[in-house]
């Protein structure tokens, strides 16, 4: 049997020993996981959740797994609906549900795929409690090693899911580098507490700062909020540099585009090879966005068939920054209730949500310069139209706003923090406006990680992996970038310019790329973190069936990717 390990073991073992069964022949398949709890991942763990924090997918949304969310639903216990405040008279393939409660169904479908695998012939092996220490490569097997254990593999999957680092956290009292886990946040605070970002992410800060200072109470058919006595002066001031709410969820027509988002890699390929090495970012755009919105939406697709992508992205934040950002949240609830009674879909909300989706795989192939216009333009819009607020919590904000207890403020770019002791937090807005706070949450979400803070030693060190390089289209253009962002960009030779964006360098199939530009075989690199720099869109179910599909065909097909994958970056900067 070829030995496979897995180390991780949320969502992704579990669509990764999934697809295994549907194409591998039987194996010994071993999972590790440094904590003891299994199967429900980071975001839906005590680790990234607390009672009040809601999913924003719903059971149509999921990728296949052995039972839909609705179904196990519905065999819950009522004590176990109880706990959560549901019941099982009203399940809705729409509705979302508290993220605890979907850990502990993700919990149940990493056990029944495990189930299901051995039943079919499988060995699978869960290790937890279990944190691998360093990894060791050689011509045959894969070693891994825990503080006091060995074990050696034909090859290694590594999913070892988000990293929250705490750097000022630990110096600073009322500093928090992130909201997770969120019980840090449960306190009481009578005074203004800053939030830095706009995204889910504040969504939950915000949902635990306001549980434990006040209470929601239903008046007159809205959600109002009431602080607590011993919190007569906390509020929340919101800050982004966009000023812009997440969007709130709406009906889609195609919930969930799996695999078929994805362009045909031959296309992909072809492209490839007409345009010197790069896959035109233009191209993936005008195919997975534009040609669908003709076909769905021909009114807007004749407003903006010829606007480029950095106007379209300006003609949509100029439509979102026409009315206040919560004024603009109120119709939007309204919208959101709407189009779910009706089932009507607002189509360029859910083509964007696949562009997203459809554009990270193929991104590793885009000309640094593509890569920036991504980074600096769609992304940002992609961020706050594929976040999908659930209404609950939207409603929550306006509770909240309506209360004089939340506000949010746009800031400039360079806004920054400048920590002055315990207690005495300094927020620079911008250039000369600056806010003192006792306690600020920095909510920006996961942030990209350098190859160097990977958990896991013995990849950078001996040249298995290296770091993730895009090349520049032009040099004339690298130069001047370089100019610009010497640390960022790099010159190899003078024609060579490359990009260095976060993570491991990897393959379409998700193989680490050695410091000679060589895909491996043995080692597969899906940590969300860690892979950042090459697939922008790198988090949510969808990411890890997706990434386990091209892992476990790619373990399936045996092949060396070397002579299936064209790239701009596999072999033009061997031993950067």
Same mark, same amino acid.
């Given at each position: 049997?070829?030995?496979?390990?897995?180390?991780?073991?949320?969502?992704?073992?579990?669509?990764?020993?999934?697809?295994?069964?549907?194409?591998?022949?039987?194996?010994?398949?071993?999972?590790?996981?440094?904590?003891?709890?299994?199967?429900?991942?980071?975001?839906?763990?005590?680790?990234?959740?607390?009672?009040?924090?809601?999913?924003?997918?719903?059971?149509?949304?999921?990728?296949?797994?052995?039972?839909?969310?609705?179904?196990?639903?519905?065999?819950?216990?009522?004590?176990?609906?109880?706990?959560?405040?549901?019941?099982?008279?009203?399940?809705?393939?729409?509705?979302?549900?508290?993220?605890?409660?979907?850990?502990?169904?993700?919990?149940?479908?990493?056990?029944?795929?495990?189930?299901?695998?051995?039943?079919?012939?499988?060995?699978?092996?869960?290790?937890?409690?279990?944190?691998?220490?360093?990894?060791?490569?050689?011509?045959?097997?894969?070693?891994?090693?825990?503080?006091?254990?060995?074990?050696?593999?034909?090859?290694?999957?590594?999913?070892?899911?988000?990293?929250?680092?705490?750097?000022?956290?630990?110096?600073?009292?009322?500093?928090?580098?992130?909201?997770?886990?969120?019980?840090?946040?449960?306190?009481?605070?009578?005074?203004?507490?800053?939030?830095?970002?706009?995204?889910?992410?504040?969504?939950?800060?915000?949902?635990?700062?306001?549980?434990?200072?006040?209470?929601?109470?239903?008046?007159?058919?809205?959600?109002?909020?009431?602080?607590?006595?011993?919190?007569?002066?906390?509020?929340?001031?919101?800050?982004?540099?966009?000023?812009?709410?997440?969007?709130?969820?709406?009906?889609?027509?195609?919930?969930?585009?799996?695999?078929?988002?994805?362009?045909?890699?031959?296309?992909?390929?072809?492209?490839?090879?007409?345009?010197?090495?790069?896959?035109?970012?233009?191209?993936?755009?005008?195919?997975?966005?534009?040609?669908?919105?003709?076909?769905?939406?021909?009114?807007?697709?004749?407003?903006?068939?010829?606007?480029?992508?950095?106007?379209?992205?300006?003609?949509?934040?100029?439509?979102?920054?026409?009315?206040?950002?919560?004024?603009?949240?109120?119709?939007?609830?309204?919208?959101?209730?709407?189009?779910?009674?009706?089932?009507?879909?607002?189509?360029?909300?859910?083509?964007?949500?696949?562009?997203?989706?459809?554009?990270?795989?193929?991104?590793?192939?885009?000309?640094?310069?593509?890569?920036?216009?991504?980074?600096?333009?769609?992304?940002?819009?992609?961020?706050? &139209?594929?976040?999908?607020?659930?209404?609950?919590?939207?409603?929550?904000?306006?509770?909240?706003?309506?209360?004089?207890?939340?506000?949010?403020?746009?800031?400039?770019?360079?806004?920054?923090?400048?920590? &002055?002791?315990?207690?005495?937090?300094?927020?620079?807005?911008?250039?000369?406006?600056?806010?003192?706070?006792?306690?600020?949450?920095?909510?920006?979400?996961?942030?990209?990680?350098?190859?160097?803070?990977?958990?896991?030693?013995?990849?950078?060190?001996?040249?298995?992996?290296?770091?993730?390089?895009?090349?520049?289209?032009?040099?004339?253009?690298?130069?001047?970038?370089?100019?610009?962002?010497?640390?960022?960009?790099?010159?190899?030779?003078?024609?060579?310019?490359?990009? &260095?964006?976060?993570?491991?360098?990897?393959?379409?199939?998700?193989?680490?790329?050695?410091?000679?530009?060589?895909?491996?075989?043995?080692?597969?690199?899906?940590?969300?973190?860690?892979?950042?720099?090459?697939?922008?869109?790198?988090?949510?179910?969808?990411?890890?069936?997706?990434?386990?599909?091209?892992?476990?065909?790619?373990?399936?097909?045996?092949?060396?990717?070397?002579?299936?994958?064209?790239?701009?970056?596999?072999?033009?900067?061997?031993?950067?």
């Amino acid at each position: 049997m070829k030995q496979i390990a897995i180390v991780g073991a949320g969502p992704s073992a579990t669509f990764l020993v999934q697809q295994m069964q549907k194409k591998l022949p039987r194996c010994s398949i071993t999972i590790f996981e440094s904590s003891i709890e299994t199967g429900s991942g980071f975001p839906y763990s005590p680790k990234g959740a607390q009672i009040e924090h809601i999913t924003n997918v719903s059971s149509n949304e999921i990728p296949d797994l052995p039972t839909k969310l609705i179904e196990w639903w519905r065999d819950q216990s009522v004590s176990k609906l109880a706990k959560y405040g549901m019941d099982n008279a009203t399940p809705s393939e729409d509705t979302v549900v508290p993220r605890l409660f979907f850990g502990e169904y993700l919990q149940d479908q990493f056990k029944s795929v495990g189930s299901s695998a051995r039943a079919n012939g499988f060995e699978v092996t869960i290790i937890s409690d279990a944190k691998i220490a360093t990894i060791a490569i050689d011509q045959q097997d894969v070693i891994l090693s825990t503080e006091n254990r060995t074990f050696t593999f034909d090859l290694a999957i590594l999913c070892t899911g988000h990293v929250f680092p705490k750097n000022l956290e630990t110096k600073f009292s009322g500093y928090f580098d992130s909201p997770y886990p969120p019980s840090k946040l449960a306190r009481t605070a009578n005074h203004p507490v800053c939030i830095r970002g706009s995204s889910l992410t504040a969504v939950d800060a915000i949902a635990t700062l306001a549980k434990n200072n006040g209470n929601f109470s239903h008046e007159a058919g809205r959600l109002k909020f009431t602080l607590n006595e011993e919190s007569p002066n906390f509020s929340l001031h919101m800050y982004s540099k966009s000023g812009l709410l997440p969007v709130v969820r709406v009906y889609m027509e195609e919930p969930y585009a799996g695999i078929t988002a994805l362009l045909d890699p031959k296309m992909i390929q072809r492209e490839i090879s007409n345009n010197d090495g790069f896959l035109p970012i233009d191209f993936v755009y005008q195919t997975a966005f534009l040609q669908p919105l003709k076909e769905k939406d021909r009114e807007l697709f004749d407003a903006i068939k010829d606007l480029t992508i950095e106007e379209f992205v300006e003609h949509v934040i100029k439509l979102r920054t026409q009315k206040p950002p919560f004024e603009l949240l109120r119709s939007e609830c309204i919208e959101s209730v709407q189009t779910f009674k009706n089932k009507t879909p607002i189509h360029w909300k859910e083509l964007l949500a696949g562009l997203s989706v459809t554009m990270s795989y193929p991104a590793k192939h885009f000309s640094a310069e593509d890569r920036i216009r991504l980074q600096n333009n769609l992304m940002p819009l992609i961020g706050v &139209v594929i976040a999908l607020m659930p209404t609950s919590s939207a409603e929550q904000l306006l509770a909240l706003h309506d209360a004089g207890v939340l506000t949010l403020t746009a800031v400039s770019d360079d806004a920054k923090v400048h920590t &002055v002791g315990d207690e005495k937090i300094v927020f620079e807005l911008q250039p000369g406006v600056q806010q003192q706070y006792k306690m600020f949450v920095d909510c920006i979400g996961q942030p990209p990680m350098d190859v160097t803070e990977f958990s896991i030693k013995g990849l950078t060190e001996t040249g298995a992996g290296r770091q993730a390089l895009i090349r520049f289209k032009s040099a004339e253009q690298g130069r001047i970038e370089q100019s610009k962002h010497s640390k960022n960009v790099i010159m190899v030779t003078e024609k060579d310019y490359y990009l &260095v964006v976060p993570g491991f360098d990897i393959s379409d199939h998700f193989q680490l790329v050695n410091k000679d530009g060589q895909f491996s075989e043995q080692v597969y690199m899906m940590s969300v973190p860690f892979v950042s720099g090459l697939n922008p869109d790198y988090s949510g179910l969808d990411f890890c069936d997706i990434a386990s599909q091209k892992i476990v065909q790619h373990i399936h097909n045996g092949r060396d990717s070397k002579a299936e994958e064209v790239s701009n970056r596999a072999s033009s900067h061997d031993g950067q």
